[in-house]
């Protein structure tokens, strides 16, 4: 990974680009659905970026850009698609202290922007590295279409309820919570027509904190295989739900990283005490095995009070073509 992905702060920082032409209205059309202060240095800029700068969506400054013209700035782009100004204006912006992109230049550049599928506040970002940009597209549109457009709504009415969400306990009394609405209660009431998804938080709230702290749970999930790909989507689901993650030494890291980041990791437990009690406590633990967990360990389980949930694993083929042994 030469790319680290992550999202910047940008709301209420300046953000400079420098240029005129296409490649400068393709990535502003981009960067004005952002909060950001955005200045522009371009001598002639093309009639789009007049018409914003009349709009006062951005600041236009018509003439080469000089040094100390990106101080304070967060981002810079530079978009003149003339590779000797683009040079120059990124030497400056660099001496300013901003990060730098050099727009169709990935090696001169300290940051890529990705594709991006945008259902504000989610915002889902793809990047290849630079490398096929084609392929990114691909996927932003095969993500557009999976992806509703009342997600946006959800999402915001989610961010303004947040703090009183937090009445829950943290953990699986949350994640059950903002499961429910996000996958249930919400999208139910946004296909009724309600347009006041707080009154839809609020009384989803108090159903949850009448109800009793649920029991949690104990699976154990048999691996065979260090390929994700030969991963039962039922182990692959219980991973992503699992708060704690025991396993064993030979489990793959590829098979490990499949857990929610949140999870505790640790190791098989040679009783089942560390797992009744854990479950007493409302926590669902999944127990990765190389081979079937053993038979008195279940039965602990059960006279403890929880029954184990058991996932087989599933084996990989044997080979269709041994090879031939040779003299």
Known sequence: MRHFPIFIAVEGRRIVLSGGGDAALSKLRLLMKTQAHLTVFAAVPAPEIVEWAAQGRLALIRRRMAPGDALCAALFYAADEDAAEDARTTALARRDGALTNIVDNLEGSQFITPAMVDRDPVTIAIGTEGTAPVLARAIKADIEAMLPATLGPLARAARAFRGMAEVLPMG????????????????????????????????????????????????????????????????????????????????????????????????????????????????????????????????DCHTAGTAPQIIPGIAPAPSLFPLEETA
């Open 172 to 299: 699986r009394a949350r994640r059950a919570f903002w499961s429910a609405f996000f996958f249930r209660s919400g999208p139910e009431a946004l296909e009724r027509g309600e347009a006041d998804l707080g009154a839809v938080l609020e009384a989803q709230l108090a159903q949850h904190l009448a109800q009793q702290a649920g029991a949690g749970r104990i699976t154990f999930a048999i691996i065979n295989s260090a390929d994700p790909e030969l991963l039962p989507m039922k182990t692959r689901r219980v991973l992503h739900e699992a708060d704690l993650v025991l396993h064993g030494a030979s489990i793959a890291p590829e098979i490990l990283e499949l857990a929610r980041r949140e999870a505790i990791f640790g190791p098989l437990p040679e009783t089942a005490a560390p797992l009744a009690e854990a479950a007493a406590q409302g926590t669902h633990a999944i127990c990765l095995t190389e081979a079937a967990p053993d038979a008195r360990l279940i039965k």
